[in-house]
Structure formats: structure tokens, C-alpha cells
DNA sequence: GTCTATACGATGATAGAC
DNA sequence: GTCTATCATCGTATAGAC
């Protein structure tokens, strides 16, 4: 999954690549609000002041409007310091932006659940990407690859975090860094899909330390 | 959650409820086929042979529909006896069924693994679940009282298996029962998800035996 | 009760003028 | 690039036959 960046920007076209911004904005505010089926491509073009015809100009389908949001979201959440912005994406942008090194024992715990009690302010956005990555199972859906991209790209970073951890002797015995990276994308993903039907019942965090605190031990490991 | 079971049946209409459950079957092909959005009314009536119209006289909306196709594959897989017909629910169901105590440690973790192995075989099922239950999260969505249901059925089905152990000495000390009933819930839905999306690269049943094998202890825990 | 025919408003998408 | 106009399809509603 080589990843091309931006799209190649012909000419000194800085009109267009603003109003794009322009559009992608107001298409992340109707979608978040909204959801995706509810949402339309109208609403999308008044919110930005613009016609349909020239909206779906930009993005010749909604799929492509989607997805277009989704990657901008990606780009803002890699370069913002707030983790209120980002999803789970800008964990590692985060580490970095911090002068902390990528991976390490140090901090995992805490930036996980740090940002998924962030995450709890946005419930919109959240159902959005629940509804969208579930969508996209389906045959040939356009944001397929996209999320295929996104779990792999999650996986791959808390792989190297539970390799640090087996490092550091801090890792329980029997525990499969690889099983324990697609599980915890996979528990999170799930408890949030709970939580977002009943938010008072269901708490995310707690749901995340607890599986952390089964995986990974207080004290280093002596063999 | 009070089941009202049946919907009252006036008089001996066998040619209605016949009808429903005609419906109510290609209904349940169309949308495991094509997804709840990209399936059509129309496609249904055309897949049962009737009209439009008289499928809207059946089933007055499309929610209605599906909210009936759900609650027939309920009945359905609680009375099956292969677990290949049903999702979850029917844990219990089977186990009551083959004459084993409702609950207990014995073959928990056996019957768990077999039906997540079953559901292999049921890709477009268990890809409009995700759908569907995502979809439910949205504001005043028509399925979310019934997913609120079911997850609540699920977690306390759960709840009793892990209370089980635990009175058998074979729960890891420090794990709590509940966070284990709907963790294991949402690691079931998440790695489902990763599953669908790339079936060769993720095995259920495997991470859900890892999980299992974290927080069940193979011996008695003698204290 | 059961079924059909027809039509309405809204949607995503397209074609062509300026 | 931006617009107006138009299209097929969608879920839904109504009128009425047997």
C-alpha cells in the first residue's frame, strides 16, 4: 500500500485546491451530523454555497466526496497536537510530534486511553467510521481498500508498541504481539459500537485498560 | 426487553403468515446479497414474485422489513440445531437443546469456537450484522432497539458463562466478569469486521481463543 | 384481507450552455 | 469552472378491484 501523497496539482491552480478545502469541510460537517446515507449531496452543496452540479464537479460521486473527506481527516489528524481531532491514526504522529521515540513501554497505556476518552466528544464522527468501515465489507464498495489500508496501518503500529513491550520483558507470557495488535483494533472498534448505542452503559476506556492490564504485566518480566 | 413473542394472528389467515415468511425469505437473500441500502423493494418483490405494492401491504416500510427478517432469523436459529444457521444467540439455545446445563464451564469454549468457525460459511450475513448494527447507532435508526437487545441478550449470556468460571476457581484473578462479557462481544464484532475485509489474512476463532486462553486458566485456580 | 396500478417527492448522477 | 435542466431510481402514499 504505497501511499501517493496528494494528487498531482497540474498548474498553480490554488483556487480550486481551496475550494476543494472548502467543500470537504462542509461535506465532514453534513456527514458527521448527518451520517452518510442520511446525509446528501444538496445539503452538502448549500452548506458550502455552491450548485450540485458543481460539487459533484469535484467529486464526480459521493463515494469519491467520502472518501476525500476521510484522507483529509487522515492529514489533518497526522499534523494536529490535539488528539481530540485525531481518531487512532496520529497515535504514533503524536509520539513523534512529542520527541518521544516511536514505540517503547513508556506512555502506550496512557496515550490509548487518553484518546479514546477524547474520542467520546465526537460520537458523530465515531458512528460515521463505524457505519463506513462496516459498508465498505461489501462487494466491491469504493472505500474497501481505504480501510483495508487504515486496519492494516493500526495494526502494524500497536505491533511494533507489543514488540517494544515483549523487549522490555513487560509482555505476559503466551501473548502473540500480532494476535494482541488485531485485537485490540478489534476490541476497540467493537466497545465503541456498544457505546454508541448506549453511552451511559458502556464504558470504552475501562474496557481497553482492562485488556491492556491482561496483556501487559506492571513489572518486567525476569526469566 | 419484555418478548411479546407473535404478533396476534386474528384469524386462521395460514395464507398470510405463508405469504410473510415468502417475503421475509427473499428479503433476507436480497439484503444478505446486496446490503440493506443497495437492496431494493423492488428487487424483493421481484425475488418473491409479487407486486410492490403488495409488499408494502405486508411490510409497511423498509425498516419494517428488515426489523422482520432480523427477528425471523432469531426464531430461526434458536429452534436450528446446526450453528451454522445462526449467529450467536443461540449459544444457550444449542446448549439447553443438547441437554447441557445453561451455563457452566464445560464446553463454553468449544461451542464458542464452533460457531465462529460456522460463521465462516455466512460472509453476507455477517457483513449486513455489521452493517445493520452500525447503521442502528445513527440518530432515531428503527434497529437500535433491536440491536440494544441483543447486545444486552449477548452480554449477559456471556456474563453467566464468565460467573460460571469464576465459581469454578477458572477465571485469571483481577478479571471482571462483566468487562469480559462485552469484551469478548466486541472482539467477536471488531475481528469479524478485520475478517471480512481480508478473510485470508485474520482468523476469528483464533484471536477469540486467544482471548479466551487470557482470561480463562486451564487449571482450577486454587486460593 | 389480499392484491394491483399509478403517482409523488427526493435522491445521485449526467448533459450541455455560458 | 460553474451553472440550469433533466434523468432513472429510490421509498412511500393513495385509490380501488376482488
Redesign the pocket.
Known amino acids: 500500500m504505497a501511499a501517493p501523497a496528494e494528487p498531482v496539482r497540474r498548474g498553480p491552480?490554488a483556487?480550486?485546491v481551496e475550494?476543494r478545502r472548502h467543500i470537504l469541510d462542509a461535506a465532514h460537517q453534513v456527514f458527521a451530523a448527518r451520517g452518510y446515507?442520511a446525509?446528501?449531496?444538496?445539503?452538502v452543496?448549500g452548506e458550502a454555497?455552491?450548485?450540485?452540479?458543481?460539487?459533484?464537479?469535484?467529486?464526480?460521486?459521493?463515494?469519491?466526496?467520502l472518501l476525500a473527506v476521510l484522507e483529509q481527516r487522515d492529514r489533518d489528524g497526522a499534523a494536529a497536537k490535539a488528539p481530540a481531532v485525531g481518531l487512532r491514526e496520529n497515535l504514533l504522529a503524536q509520539a513523534r510530534a512529542a520527541g518521544l521515540p516511536e514505540s517503547g513501554a513508556v506512555g502506550f497505556r496512557d496515550r490509548l486511553l487518553a484518546q479514546a476518552r477524547a474520542n467520546e466528544s465526537i460520537p458523530g464522527l465515531i458512528a460515521l467510521y463505524a457505519v463506513l468501515s462496516a459498508e465498505s465489507t461489501t462487494s466491491d464498495h469504493p472505500g474497501r481498500e481505504y480501510f483495508v489500508g487504515r486496519f492494516s496501518l493500526l495494526r502494524s503500529a500497536y505491533l511494533q508498541e507489543f514488540e517494544a513491550l515483549r523487549e522490555a520483558g513487560r509482555l505476559r507470557d503466551g501473548v502473540d504481539p500480532q494476535i494482541a495488535a488485531s485485537s485490540l483494533v478489534a476490541l476497540w472498534d467493537g466497545i465503541q459500537l456498544q457505546w454508541l448505542l448506549e453511552p451511559e452503559k458502556v464504558d470504552v476506556a475501562a474496557h481497553l485498560a482492562a485488556f491492556l492490564d491482561l496483556v501487559i504485566l506492571p513489572q518486567p518480566n525476569l526469566r
Open positions: 491552480y483556487k480550486t475550494r446515507h446525509g446528501s449531496l444538496r445539503e452543496a454555497g455552491i450548485s450540485l452540479s458543481n460539487l459533484t464537479h469535484h467529486f464526480p460521486t459521493k463515494e469519491d466526496l
